[in-house]
């Protein structure tokens, strides 16, 4: 089992910026890696995800806003959020995948508050 270990996650108002990490040894060598987000009451959304291939993808709520980019040299993944609202409080989560390897790793979860 990978462990991948989330930080930076915290209180923030409203229109201020966070940037989450994901770091852990599954960094390296996966195929894709993304960022979900879960509020109480809702299901988990997904927000978006990055390739080795260099294709990216975002959600619509957070397009223009979040960015996605990973740190070899650091095994870790980072979400930048800028232009945070009320709406983005909710807990973070990353998942990588390997395709060879048929396997996907979940991080446990920061939480993110932004206040208004």
């Known amino acids: 089992q990978v462990r991948l270990v989330e930080s930076g996650g915290g209180l923030v108002q409203a229109g201020g910026s966070l940037r989450l990490s994901c770091a852990g040894p599954?960094?390296?060598?996966?195929?894709?890696n993304s960022w979900y987000r879960q509020a109480p009451g809702k299901q988990r959304e997904w927000l978006g995800t990055?390739?080795?291939?260099?294709?990216?993808d975002y959600g619509d709520s957070v397009k223009g806003r979040f960015t996605i980019f990973r740190d070899n040299a650091k095994n870790t993944v980072y979400l930048q959020m800028n232009n945070l609202t009320p709406e983005d409080t909710a807990v973070y989560y990353c998942?990588?995948?390997?395709?060879?390897?048929?396997?996907?790793?979940w991080g446990q979860g920061t939480q993110v508050t932004v206040s208004s």
């Open positions: 998942k990588v995948r390997n395709y060879a390897a048929h396997t996907e790793y």
């Open positions: 599954g960094i390296i060598g996966s195929d894709a």
């Open positions: 990055i390739k080795t291939t260099g294709a990216e």
